[in-house]
């Protein structure tokens, strides 16, 4: 069971926007057995979904990522694509330039993260080189423009979570081989698909696939190396409880936490 709660005002105090907590039960008796930190999880899940996408989706030689926001969302984005391709030089832009130092201070050489991460000056200055886009903001608008993007690039978006939010532009979304990780959460909550949807630009059906649809074997990926694809993410309860599991399983291994009697 996860709890999130969302405080939009809470940069401005040196907060993270987004505060939650889980609590995992067993699975058999339902017994709780533990409380974890619900942002770590929920970034690191997110990330791990965007990791999957892109090593299924990206071109394999992939050199380039850009990433839009710089907060703890993006960090594992990061993480996660530079897991699974061998990215060389990382754009990042924010509109908040003390935030992008501190991001380039704690990820540059950072496990599999490049030491070759550069503040870009402008959305079109990290797009027009990238081959793998990460955008995790809570924009209501596009944070770049659909003409400045390479031919075959991979974009992840997993910042437009409401109606409300619009991160990728329409153009993009209606021109990419779209992707998702549930159908019936995104059309409901992605406002990335919404209002493209509601402008008359493509309905439902524009959706390829799922990303377990294509794991499985049971839809195509990636067609071509020119081709764009988009995998947009709002996240299922089930990443939660088998992040949490395996977070819980990795705990007792390493003797981490805090055992308290109830």
């Given at each position: 069971m996860?709890?999130?709660?969302?405080?939009?005002?809470?940069t401005e105090r040196g907060l993270p926007i987004i505060h939650g907590a889980v609590l995992v039960l067993e699975a058999d008796t339902g017994r709780p057995v533990a409380l974890l930190e619900g942002g770590s999880l929920t970034a690191i899940r997110t990330g791990a979904g965007s990791g999957a996408a892109t090593d299924?989706?990206?071109?394999?030689?992939?050199?380039?990522?850009?990433?839009?926001?710089?907060?703890?969302?993006s960090r594992t984005q990061l993480e996660a694509i530079c897991t699974v391709r061998w990215i060389e030089k990382v754009l990042i832009f924010d509109p908040q330039p003390e935030i992008v130092t501190k991001f380039i201070s704690e990820m540059a050489g950072y496990g599999p993260v490049p030491h070759d991460i550069q503040q870009a000056g402008t959305p079109r200055e990290a797009v027009s080189i990238a081959d793998v886009i990460c955008c995790a903001t809570t924009s209501s608008q596009p944070v770049f423009?659909?003409?400045?993007?390479?031919?075959?690039?991979?974009i992840n978006g997993v910042g437009s979570y409401t109606p409300s939010m619009q991160e990728i532009p329409p153009e993009t979304v209606e021109r990419s081989a779209l992707f998702v990780d549930?159908?019936?959460?995104a059309l409901s909550e992605a406002g990335d698909l919404i209002q493209p949807i509601k402008e008359g630009r493509f309905d439902e059906h524009h959706i390829q696939a799922e990303l377990g649809e294509i794991i499985n074997g049971?839809?195509?990926?990636?067609?071509?190396?020119?081709?764009i694809t988009f995998f947009k993410s709002v996240g299922v309860a089930v990443q939660d409880a088998a992040a949490a599991r395996l977070a819980l399983v990795n705990a007792r291994k390493m003797g981490l936490g805090q055992e308290v009697q109830l």
């Open positions: 996860k709890t999130v709660s969302i405080f939009p005002g809470n299924i989706l990206a071109r394999r030689d992939s050199k380039v990522a850009a990433i839009f926001g710089a907060g703890i969302q423009e659909d003409q400045h993007l390479m031919p075959g690039v991979h549930s159908r019936s959460a049971e839809k195509p990926g990636r067609e071509n190396s020119d081709q």
